[in-house]
């Protein structure tokens, strides 16, 4: 048994999970989902963590997305037996361990969104012996992978058909471009439009006599939307465990100022290392601990009058507005992360916590920098 | 001896490390630095790496610069004697690891950037029975730590001098402003003012009789200013070794166009995984393979008419202009880091390439989320 550990005691910058929040928004899309007789399958793109993956499984989750080999990998490893991977896989070496994965994992399924992908899947898995079950990956408009929607994926859904080493079991189709439209009426009208590509795609999947039993997609941004027009069989949702500010600021059905449908339960813990002026001090959480790519700093959590702005790789400047209270040099404050998924992945672990209490960690696994076989590992 | 492993083994989004244009920079630096008789402690925050760090001490730095304790402790368990730790350490848990460090390595210095800070450090140490040696940080611009030039910094030195556990040893004064000022007479500028006032409190130390035999500070992009102009002791250059694109483009002394004096040694590797579209493609490198921090894309490595744009958390978007060859699904490209620091810390390794052979593989060590004594590792 560890000792207690309080959150004032953590190193910082570190990656704290409030668990009341983090367990609140597990088991509200649960219910959500469960109400609305939706599938959701969570990705594990955002917490790349086997431990959080549990706990959405545990919740009712039909499996995990995940967006790398690397992840399902990871997640295999943890005994997850449901893993859909969701971008195209290419390269002999990453077909090679995708194949691995099939052959192990008891459901695996992976996006195929070119013909040429789909011929060397089914070429490798058929040298190996195993049948590799296919989601058709639908470009339904960011334009970054898979076939677009119609004619096009439902050829491709017939080449797949063909191959010997392959199993068509639907569709999988994102819309980035809706998840962060501002505005739920907004979001609603791009989302329908978007997805409907994809349901549309599905009957003639249907009428062609293709098996399209899954249609898996959706966001946080839009998991109330996809599902309530019965537009996907599963929601790929994300961020919904973490929260961050990105999301929080698009607006929400219910409240169009902030988007609270889910608790920011994934903060910053940071340290005031300087505090030599008037107005401001210094932090120890810059862009190696806050991800600043959505263009929105961190927010802090209850401390009105104070805001964070960007200070370099290693420091984020605190600033106080009017008879704000500055904090004094040692004292921790908390912040929401900007962005839940590429912060994770700058971090090795992530700190659960209750109240004040440190309950444990858990690992991130999978970041960026595979291990290549055979290339020895010099320090 | 581990198996030949070519460079399109390895899976993709890779960190690879061209090591004849890295020997080139490290060899560069020390070259440079002995022939104007200035000392250089290479900043570890950059490549997070003691293999780079011995790379950089049998060229001849006097030592290690390190920004984090993370980073410090994995530094002095590959055995580095010499490291100075260049950011501010307030909070007792970092204080409690930074004077175990300071008992452990042969030459360990901290910066100090307040009185408060001095006290507790001196406080601690003195009941650990150690001695810790000190560098006064001072703020020449900048505004994230330290105190400002001329009298309160004297006094910060005069504070230090007088506390049983601590011996000061000089100063510490970074330029983040200067080092990336576009256009070298401009940066020149910008470098003089700023270091000059780190200069004048090192006179003022002297006339005070206070040891100031060190005076720790510079960058990459004034290298050839600082040193010259005689206002360091030791230059504090991180990025050389890699470079990046945002260094890049602040121009040379020479090359007014190009900041070329020291070659992009680390690309990132990426796969073409989508080509459905005209004139563009889809990669597997996104933000949370290249940091997007500094404003700045990757650039493509010997490919004319290509260009990259953001395109999301694991994607980025290839385009080609007019009749440009478009790669196809599957190629592989190679990119010039946008900003090398934070990059490098999204990663678990780099790979050491010589030209298409892959030589072997480094760990990065302490990204963040320090590991607390005390807490069960869940998962």
Redesign the interface.
């Known amino acids: 048994m ?4 309080d959150i004032n ?7 704290i999970l409030d668990l009341d929040a983090f367990e609140q928004n597990i088991a509200k899309m649960a219910q959500y989902c469960k109400q609305v007789g939706s599938g959701f399958r969570p990705h594990g ?1 955002t917490h790349k ?3 959080i993956a ?1 706990q959405q499984l545990n919740a009712g989750a039909v499996g995990i997305s995940v ?4 992840e399902a990998e990871a997640m295999a490893q ?1 005994g997850i037996e449901s893993i859909l991977l969701t ?5 002999p ?2 077909l090679d ?1 995708l194949i691995n994965l099939s052959g192990k994992v008891p459901e695996f399924i992976a996006a195929v ?2 013909k ?2 789909a011929e060397r899947l089914s070429d490798l898995a058929g040298r190996r012996g195993v049948t590799v079950n296919v989601l058709v990956d639908v ?1 339904v408009g ?7 929607p119609g004619q096009p994926a439902l050829q491709l859904a017939q080449n797949v058909d063909r191959l010997p080493s392959l199993r068509l079991r639907g569709i999988q189709a994102y819309s ?1 471009l809706s998840s962060h439209v501002v505005g739920f009426e907004a979001r609603k009208r791009t989302s329908l439009e978007a997805m409907g590509k994809a349901a549309e795609t599905r009957e003639m999947f249907k009428s062609s006599g293709l098996d399209c039993s899954i249609l898996s997609g959706g966001s946080t941004g839009t998991y109330n939307i996809d599902s309530e027009a019965g537009l996907v069989t599963e929601l790929q949702v994300g961020s919904y465990v973490f929260m961050d500010v990105d999301y929080r600021r698009i607006g929400g059905k219910e409240n169009p100022q902030l988007y609270d449908d889910f608790l920011p339960a994934l903060n910053c813990l940071t ?7 008037k107005g ?1 001090v ?1 932090v ?1 959480a810059g ?3 806050l ?3 959505a263009g929105c700093p961190p927010e802090l959590v209850g401390r009105a009058g104070l805001s964070y702005k ?6 984020g ?1 605190i600033e106080a507005e009017g008879d704000a209270d500055l904090p004094k ?2 004292d921790r404050l908390r912040l929401i992360v900007p962005h839940c ?2 912060t994770v ?8 916590v209750r109240g004040e209490r ?1 309950e ?5 696994c999978a ?6 076989s ?6």
């Open positions: 560890a000792a207690t550990v005691d953590l190193p910082t910058p570190a990656l793109k963590s086997a431990w549990r967006a790398t080999v690397a943890a971008s195209p896989v290419v390269g070496e990453k361990r969104g070119s040429l992908q470009d960011d334009g970054r992978t898979g076939e677009l980035g340290t005031v290392v300087s505090a030599a002026h401001r210094t120890d862009v190696k601990a991800s600043s790519d960007w200070f370099g790789d290693e420091f400047l040099l040692g998924d590429p992945n700058m971090y090795d672990l992530i700190y659960l440190v444990g960690a858990i690992r991130i970041r960026r920098g595979d291990q290549a055979g290339v020895e590992l010099l320090a």
